[in-house]
């Protein structure tokens, strides 16, 4: 389980225009939140050169809170993200261990993945753009790969 708490202040002031002057203070509520991720693993061994194997596990990053707002539109909460990683692939070696190949295909599968995003809201003083930085849960999100690794001695 993890509990976050978090609190601090942002002030900006203004030499020659002393009505800009603000203060914002950030206070959100506690969050927690818990998780239990698992990894699953296999592996054969084909021969005395070649190993096959297959992975599955799972990661957990924990909800939050924006620890840059500087206004109430930046002091986002987002929720925890969450990802399911799926893995197979095989290793080898020849010519007596002086070539070594590897292989693996990986899938990535996110949810609720947490996003840094910017954009621009009105300044309440000044009623000019201001520019927004918060952090958001952007949806799913697929990452799928495959990696070839060699070695020769």
Same mark, same amino acid.
């Given at each position: /389980? /993890? /509990?976050? @708490?978090?609190?601090r202040t942002t002030s900006a002031f203004y030499n020659k225009l002393p009505a800009f002057n603000s203060t914002y203070v950030f206070a959100?509520? *506690?969050g927690k939140w818990d998780d239990t991720s698992i990894m699953l693993s296999a592996d054969y061994q084909l021969s005395a050169d070649a190993m096959v194997y297959a992975r599955y596990s799972q990661g957990f990053k924990s909800g939050g809170f924006n620890g840059r707002a500087n206004s109430p539109t930046e002091a986002t909460k987002y929720d925890p993200e969450t990802a399911d990683t799926f893995e197979v692939g095989a290793k080898t070696t020849y010519l007596d261990n002086r070539l070594r190949l590897n292989l693996a295909a990986?899938?990535?599968k996110y949810k609720d993945f947490?996003?840094?995003v910017s954009g621009l809201d009105t300044d309440p003083i000044t009623g000019l753009p201001?520019? *927004? +930085? $918060? *952090? =958001?849960?952007?949806? $799913? +999100? @697929? =990452? +799928?790969g495959f990696e =070839? /690794?060699? *070695?020769a001695v």
């Amino acid at each position: /389980e /993890e /509990e976050k @708490d978090y609190w601090r202040t942002t002030s900006a002031f203004y030499n020659k225009l002393p009505a800009f002057n603000s203060t914002y203070v950030f206070a959100p509520p *506690v969050g927690k939140w818990d998780d239990t991720s698992i990894m699953l693993s296999a592996d054969y061994q084909l021969s005395a050169d070649a190993m096959v194997y297959a992975r599955y596990s799972q990661g957990f990053k924990s909800g939050g809170f924006n620890g840059r707002a500087n206004s109430p539109t930046e002091a986002t909460k987002y929720d925890p993200e969450t990802a399911d990683t799926f893995e197979v692939g095989a290793k080898t070696t020849y010519l007596d261990n002086r070539l070594r190949l590897n292989l693996a295909a990986f899938l990535t599968k996110y949810k609720d993945f947490q996003a840094r995003v910017s954009g621009l809201d009105t300044d309440p003083i000044t009623g000019l753009p201001a520019p *927004v +930085l $918060s *952090v =958001i849960n952007a949806g $799913s +999100l @697929d =990452i +799928l790969g495959f990696e =070839i /690794e060699g *070695v020769a001695v």
